[in-house]
């Protein structure tokens, strides 16, 4: 992932930041991950699991 990219993504549930972890995206805030498909991060909110 794009370093430059992952400076600009934010969870678009809470506004925090992200960061990559094992092929997917984590919020830092709500710990929703997002997957990480083709090299795409999918940031929607439909798509994403929450942490627990």
């Keep these: 992932m794009d370093k ?25 805030k709500c710990g929703r991950i997002y997957p990480i498909k ?4 999918i940031m929607l909110e439909e798509e994403a699991k929450i942490d627990e």
């Design 38 to 41: 083709n090299g795409i991060p």
């Design 4 to 28: 430059k990219l992952l400076k600009i993504l934010a969870c678009p549930v809470c506004k925090a930041g992200v960061k990559v972890d094992k092929k997917r995206i984590v919020c830092q």
